[in-house]
Protein backbone atom coordinates (compact mmCIF):
# COMPACT_ATOMS: atom_id res chain seq x y z
CA UNK A 1 0.00 0.00 0.00
CA UNK A 2 1.62 3.63 -1.16
CA UNK A 3 0.04 6.57 0.12
CA UNK A 4 -0.41 9.31 -2.28
CA UNK A 5 -1.21 12.64 -0.95
CA UNK A 6 -1.81 16.14 -2.92
CA UNK A 7 -0.76 19.02 -1.51
CA UNK A 8 -2.70 22.13 -2.83
CA UNK A 9 -0.74 25.18 -0.96
CA UNK A 10 -2.38 28.15 -1.90
CA UNK A 11 -4.49 26.74 -5.18
CA UNK A 12 -8.25 25.83 -5.60
CA UNK A 13 -10.88 27.91 -3.78
CA UNK A 14 -13.86 26.12 -3.32
CA UNK A 15 -15.28 26.16 -6.69
CA UNK A 16 -12.40 25.22 -8.34
CA UNK A 17 -12.22 22.35 -5.47
CA UNK A 18 -16.14 21.29 -6.60
CA UNK A 19 -14.52 21.00 -10.17
CA UNK A 20 -11.79 19.11 -9.27
CA UNK A 21 -13.57 16.72 -7.26
CA UNK A 22 -16.48 15.90 -9.97
CA UNK A 23 -13.99 15.55 -12.43
CA UNK A 24 -11.26 12.84 -11.07
CA UNK A 25 -12.07 9.38 -11.70
CA UNK A 26 -9.76 7.63 -9.55
CA UNK A 27 -8.25 4.17 -11.05
CA UNK A 28 -9.39 0.52 -10.02
CA UNK A 29 -6.02 0.54 -7.89
CA UNK A 30 -6.96 3.03 -5.54
CA UNK A 31 -8.63 1.75 -2.89
CA UNK A 32 -5.19 -0.46 -2.23
CA UNK A 33 -3.50 2.83 -1.48
CA UNK A 34 -4.55 5.93 0.82
CA UNK A 35 -5.28 8.64 -1.48
CA UNK A 36 -5.02 12.24 0.57
CA UNK A 37 -5.96 15.85 -0.34
CA UNK A 38 -4.89 18.86 1.39
CA UNK A 39 -7.03 21.52 0.06
CA UNK A 40 -6.97 25.40 1.64
CA UNK A 41 -8.62 25.57 5.04
CA UNK A 42 -11.48 27.63 3.11
CA UNK A 43 -12.14 24.87 0.50
CA UNK A 44 -12.31 21.92 3.28
CA UNK A 45 -15.66 22.59 3.08
CA UNK A 46 -16.42 21.96 -0.10
CA UNK A 47 -13.91 18.90 -0.30
CA UNK A 48 -15.93 17.11 2.42
CA UNK A 49 -19.30 18.08 -0.01
CA UNK A 50 -17.85 17.19 -3.37
CA UNK A 51 -15.94 14.07 -2.45
CA UNK A 52 -19.42 12.59 -1.60
CA UNK A 53 -19.07 9.69 0.04
CA UNK A 54 -16.13 7.95 -1.91
CA UNK A 55 -14.09 7.09 1.43
CA UNK A 56 -11.37 6.35 -0.70
CA UNK A 57 -10.23 10.12 -0.96
CA UNK A 58 -9.17 11.54 2.78
CA UNK A 59 -8.72 15.23 3.59
CA UNK A 60 -6.19 17.12 5.70
CA UNK A 61 -5.58 20.54 6.80
CA UNK A 62 -2.05 22.29 5.81
CA UNK A 63 -1.80 23.98 8.43
CA UNK A 64 -2.82 24.63 12.23
CA UNK A 65 -1.78 26.60 15.25
CA UNK A 66 -0.94 24.96 18.55
CA UNK A 67 -3.19 26.58 20.29
CA UNK A 68 -6.98 25.57 20.17
CA UNK A 69 -9.12 28.88 20.25
CA UNK A 70 -7.44 32.52 21.13
CA UNK A 71 -6.38 36.02 19.74
CA UNK A 72 -4.65 34.70 16.92
CA UNK A 73 -5.60 36.35 14.16
CA UNK A 74 -5.96 34.92 10.60
CA UNK A 75 -5.24 30.95 12.40
CA UNK A 76 -7.28 28.40 12.63
CA UNK A 77 -7.23 25.09 15.28
CA UNK A 78 -6.68 21.66 15.13
CA UNK A 79 -9.99 21.02 16.35
CA UNK A 80 -11.58 23.52 14.17
CA UNK A 81 -9.93 21.54 11.33
CA UNK A 82 -11.10 18.47 12.48
CA UNK A 83 -15.04 19.56 12.65
CA UNK A 84 -14.32 20.76 9.48
CA UNK A 85 -13.86 17.41 8.15
CA UNK A 86 -9.97 17.30 8.10
CA UNK A 87 -8.45 13.79 9.07
CA UNK A 88 -4.83 14.99 8.60
CA UNK A 89 -2.54 17.66 9.27
CA UNK A 90 0.65 18.54 7.31
CA UNK A 91 3.11 19.63 10.15
CA UNK A 92 6.61 21.49 9.05
CA UNK A 93 6.24 21.86 5.68
CA UNK A 94 9.29 23.79 4.31
CA UNK A 95 7.21 26.64 3.13
CA UNK A 96 5.89 26.96 6.77
CA UNK A 97 9.95 26.68 7.83
CA UNK A 98 11.45 28.80 5.79
CA UNK A 99 9.15 31.58 4.39
CA UNK A 100 6.88 31.73 7.73
CA UNK A 101 9.46 31.08 9.96
CA UNK A 102 8.38 28.00 11.56
CA UNK A 103 11.01 26.38 14.27
CA UNK A 104 11.28 22.54 15.59
CA UNK A 105 9.71 23.92 18.64
CA UNK A 106 6.17 25.32 17.06
CA UNK A 107 6.61 22.18 14.62
CA UNK A 108 6.32 19.90 17.92
CA UNK A 109 3.51 22.07 19.28
CA UNK A 110 1.70 21.54 16.15
CA UNK A 111 1.97 18.24 16.31
CA UNK A 112 1.08 17.76 19.61
CA UNK A 113 -2.36 19.96 18.55
CA UNK A 114 -2.70 17.50 15.78
CA UNK A 115 -2.79 14.41 18.14
CA UNK A 116 -4.91 16.28 21.05
CA UNK A 117 -7.35 16.31 18.05
CA UNK A 118 -6.94 13.05 16.42
CA UNK A 119 -5.88 14.35 12.98
CA UNK A 120 -2.90 12.22 12.13
CA UNK A 121 0.17 14.36 11.70
CA UNK A 122 2.04 14.58 8.70
CA UNK A 123 5.32 15.93 9.67
CA UNK A 124 7.80 17.04 7.20
CA UNK A 125 11.59 17.25 7.35
CA UNK A 126 13.88 18.23 4.47
CA UNK A 127 17.51 20.09 3.89
CA UNK A 128 18.21 22.96 1.48
CA UNK A 129 20.26 23.33 -1.41
CA UNK A 130 22.89 24.79 0.48
CA UNK A 131 22.72 21.77 3.17
CA UNK A 132 22.84 19.37 0.20
CA UNK A 133 26.34 21.38 -1.10
CA UNK A 134 27.79 20.52 2.18
CA UNK A 135 27.13 16.80 3.08
CA UNK A 136 24.54 17.82 5.46
CA UNK A 137 21.61 16.05 4.72
CA UNK A 138 21.39 13.30 7.44
CA UNK A 139 22.28 15.94 10.12
CA UNK A 140 19.47 18.32 8.92
CA UNK A 141 16.72 15.88 8.40
CA UNK A 142 18.00 13.59 11.50
CA UNK A 143 17.93 17.42 13.70
CA UNK A 144 14.58 17.75 12.11
CA UNK A 145 13.11 14.24 12.88
CA UNK A 146 15.03 14.20 16.67
CA UNK A 147 12.86 17.27 17.45
CA UNK A 148 9.74 15.90 16.91
CA UNK A 149 9.75 12.09 17.92
CA UNK A 150 9.48 13.18 21.37
CA UNK A 151 5.46 14.26 20.21
CA UNK A 152 5.21 12.17 17.92
CA UNK A 153 6.31 9.07 20.22
CA UNK A 154 5.32 10.68 23.55
CA UNK A 155 1.39 8.69 22.84
CA UNK A 156 0.12 6.31 20.63
CA UNK A 157 -1.57 7.36 17.38
CA UNK A 158 -0.64 7.37 14.13
CA UNK A 159 1.90 10.01 12.09
CA UNK A 160 3.84 10.00 8.62
CA UNK A 161 6.74 11.73 7.60
CA UNK A 162 7.45 13.29 4.52
CA UNK A 163 11.37 13.97 3.22
CA UNK A 164 10.79 17.17 0.90
CA UNK A 165 14.10 18.70 -0.14
CA UNK A 166 13.92 21.98 -0.37
CA UNK A 167 15.85 22.35 -3.39
CA UNK A 168 13.14 19.90 -4.99
CA UNK A 169 10.13 21.38 -4.52
CA UNK A 170 8.40 22.83 -6.61
CA UNK A 171 11.68 23.77 -9.13
CA UNK A 172 11.33 20.94 -10.99
CA UNK A 173 14.49 18.92 -9.87
CA UNK A 174 13.38 15.88 -8.22
CA UNK A 175 15.82 14.12 -6.38
CA UNK A 176 16.79 10.63 -8.09
CA UNK A 177 15.48 7.56 -6.37
CA UNK A 178 18.80 6.38 -5.01
CA UNK A 179 18.59 10.45 -3.14
CA UNK A 180 15.51 9.47 -2.17
CA UNK A 181 16.41 6.08 -0.91
CA UNK A 182 19.20 7.26 0.65
CA UNK A 183 17.11 10.03 2.90
CA UNK A 184 14.30 7.63 3.63
CA UNK A 185 16.63 4.95 5.15
CA UNK A 186 18.49 7.62 7.28
CA UNK A 187 15.06 8.44 8.53
CA UNK A 188 13.65 4.84 8.99
CA UNK A 189 16.82 3.80 11.01
CA UNK A 190 16.04 6.41 13.37
CA UNK A 191 12.31 5.21 13.66
CA UNK A 192 13.02 1.89 14.26
CA UNK A 193 15.69 3.01 17.40
CA UNK A 194 13.07 5.08 18.89
CA UNK A 195 10.09 3.16 18.12
CA UNK A 196 11.40 -0.48 17.22
CA UNK A 197 10.94 -1.68 13.89
CA UNK A 198 7.19 -2.99 14.47
CA UNK A 199 5.86 0.11 15.65
CA UNK A 200 8.44 1.77 12.72
CA UNK A 201 6.98 -0.15 10.08
CA UNK A 202 3.72 1.55 10.65
CA UNK A 203 5.08 4.99 9.62
CA UNK A 204 5.47 5.78 6.12
CA UNK A 205 7.77 8.05 4.98
CA UNK A 206 6.89 9.97 1.85
CA UNK A 207 9.03 11.84 -0.70
CA UNK A 208 8.02 15.01 -1.89
CA UNK A 209 9.44 17.45 -4.30
CA UNK A 210 8.69 17.88 -7.78
CA UNK A 211 6.79 14.70 -8.41
CA UNK A 212 5.03 13.79 -11.43
CA UNK A 213 3.18 11.21 -12.76
CA UNK A 214 6.22 10.25 -15.22
CA UNK A 215 8.79 10.05 -12.19
CA UNK A 216 6.48 9.06 -9.41
CA UNK A 217 7.09 4.85 -10.65
CA UNK A 218 10.32 4.99 -10.23
CA UNK A 219 10.43 7.23 -6.59
CA UNK A 220 7.91 4.65 -5.05
CA UNK A 221 9.62 1.89 -6.29
CA UNK A 222 12.78 3.26 -4.60
CA UNK A 223 13.49 1.57 -0.92
CA UNK A 224 11.93 3.14 2.02
CA UNK A 225 9.84 5.08 -0.05
CA UNK A 226 6.23 4.64 1.19
CA UNK A 227 4.47 7.18 -0.97
CA UNK A 228 4.51 10.55 -2.68
CA UNK A 229 3.38 13.94 -1.25
CA UNK A 230 2.55 15.78 -4.25
CA UNK A 231 2.34 19.87 -5.08
CA UNK A 232 1.75 21.05 -8.57
CA UNK A 233 0.72 17.73 -10.08
CA UNK A 234 -2.07 17.05 -7.82
CA UNK A 235 -3.75 19.90 -8.90
CA UNK A 236 -5.06 18.69 -12.08
CA UNK A 237 -7.70 15.75 -11.75
CA UNK A 238 -6.38 14.08 -14.23
CA UNK A 239 -2.68 14.26 -13.42
CA UNK A 240 -3.65 13.29 -9.38
CA UNK A 241 -5.49 10.12 -11.52
CA UNK A 242 -2.46 9.49 -12.70
CA UNK A 243 -0.30 9.65 -10.20
CA UNK A 244 -2.68 7.02 -7.91
CA UNK A 245 -2.79 5.28 -11.11
CA UNK A 246 1.28 4.76 -10.85
CA UNK A 247 1.24 3.02 -7.41
CA UNK A 248 0.63 -0.02 -9.14
P1 LIG B 1 5.84 20.12 -5.76
O1 LIG B 1 5.52 20.38 -4.20
O2 LIG B 1 5.34 18.75 -6.08
O3 LIG B 1 5.08 21.20 -6.49
O4 LIG B 1 7.32 20.22 -5.93
C1 LIG B 1 5.68 19.36 -3.25
C2 LIG B 1 5.33 19.87 -1.87
O5 LIG B 1 5.77 20.95 -1.51
O6 LIG B 1 4.61 19.21 -1.09
Redesign the pocket.
Known sequence: MAVIAG?W?MHHGPGATQQFFSSLVLPANAGAHEVLVFPTSLSLAAAVAARGRDPRVQLGIQNIHWEDKGAFTGEVSAAMAREAGAAFALVG???RRHLFGETDDEVSRKIAAAKRHGLVPVV?VGETLDERRQGRVEEVVLRQLDAALPTLTGSDGRFLL?Y?PVW????GETATPDDAAAAHGTLRVRLDEALGPSRSSRVPILY????KPDNARDLLAARDVDGV??????LDAGSFAALVEAAA
Open positions: NKHSECAEAIGTGGSVLVGGAS
